[in-house]
C-alpha cells in the first residue's frame, strides 16, 4: 500500500492568494508518493516541500524558439520530477494528438522526468464497447518507438468518469488495469505501473485503496481542497 502513488492535478484552479493555505496542509508531508501538479506558475512555491512536484503538461519540442511554451528540461532543472501528459482535457480542448503525445513523453524521458500518461475511453466508445480497442490505440501510439518505459506509468481515466462522481466498479477497474498491463508485456515486452483517476474523493478512496493491481491515484477535484485532498492521502498512506 505505501508503494502506491497519490497524485493531485490541481489543473487551472486557484489564485496566488491561496496557494500559502494550501501549501500549509502540506508541510508534514513526507512521502515522496505525494505528487502535487500546480499550474507552472506556482511550481516554484511547491518545491519548497518534501512531496514531489509535478507538472500538468510540457512543450512538445526540447529547448528553443517555442513561445509561451516550458520545456521538460526546463521542468527538470527546477527539481520537477513528473509531468501529466495526454489528458483527456489537453486531448479533447487542446486538441492533443497521440503524435503530440509521443513527443512530449520522448522529450520528458530524456530529461529525466517520470511520465504519467492518461488514458481512457469517452461515454460514447464506452458505450458502443470499444473501451478496449481505444485503450490499445492509446498505448500503442502514444508509447511508439519508446525502447525504456521504466520512468512511465500509465493513468487509467475513463473521460465519462472524470469531474462526474460516476466511476466503473470495483472489478471492472481491475480487470482494465490488468488488461493494460497485460498489453503493455505484449506490446512492448516490459511491465508498466497502472494508476486510475476519475471522481476519486475522500470517501471512496477507501474501497479503490484496496485493489491490489492498482498502483495509484489521480486526483482532480478533490486535491483542490486541502481538507479533502489530506484525508485520501491519511488513507492510503498512513501519515
Ligand atoms: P476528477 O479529475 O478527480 O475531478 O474526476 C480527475 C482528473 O481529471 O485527472
New binding site residues.
Given amino acids: 500500500m505505501e508503494n502506491k502513488l497519490i497524485v493531485g492535478?490541481i489543473?487551472t484552479n486557484m489564485k496566488f492568494g491561496e496557494i500559502p493555505n494550501y501549501l500549509n496542509w502540506f508541510k508534514n508531508i513526507k512521502s515522496k508518493n505525494v505528487v502535487i501538479c500546480p499550474s507552472y506558475i506556482y511550481i516554484p512555491y511547491f518545491l519548497n516541500y518534501k512531496f514531489n512536484v509535478g507538472s500538468q503538461n510540457v512543450c512538445i519540442n526540447d529547448d528553443g524558439g517555442y513561445t509561451g511554451e516550458i520545456s521538460a528540461e526546463q521542468l527538470a532543472s527546477i527539481g520537477v520530477k513528473y509531468v501529466i501528459i495526454g489528458?483527456?482535457?489537453r486531448r479533447l480542448f487542446l486538441k492533443e494528438t497521440d503524435i503530440d503525445i509521443n513527443k512530449k513523453i520522448k522529450s520528458s524521458i530524456n530529461a529525466g522526468l517520470k511520465v504519467i500518461l492518461?488514458i481512457g475511453e469517452n461515454l460514447e466508445q464506452f458505450n458502443l464497447l470499444k473501451k478496449d480497442i481505444i485503450l490499445k490505440r492509446q498505448i500503442k501510439d502514444d508509447l511508439a518507438n519508446i525502447k525504456d518505459l521504466s520512468n512511465v506509468i500509465i493513468?487509467y481515466?475513463p473521460v465519462w468518469?472524470?469531474?462526474?462522481n460516476k466511476m466503473p466498479d470495483k472489478k471492472e477497474i481491475e480487470k482494465t488495469v490488468l488488461y493494460i498491463k497485460q498489453l503493455v508485456i505484449e506490446m512492448f515486452n516490459q511491465k508498466i505501473k497502472v494508476m486510475y483517476?476519475?471522481?476519486?474523493?475522500e470517501n471512496n478512496i477507501s474501497y479503490l485503496k484496496d485493489i491490489e493491481v492498482l498502483d495509484g491515484f489521480?486526483?482532480?477535484?478533490?486535491?483542490i481542497d486541502p481538507t479533502k485532498f489530506i484525508k485520501i492521502i491519511d488513507k492510503v498512506i498512513n501519515i
Fill in positions: 492535478n489543473k489528458h483527456s482535457e492518461c493513468a481515466e468518469a472524470i469531474g462526474t483517476g476519475g471522481s476519486i474523493n489521480l486526483i482532480g477535484s478533490a486535491s
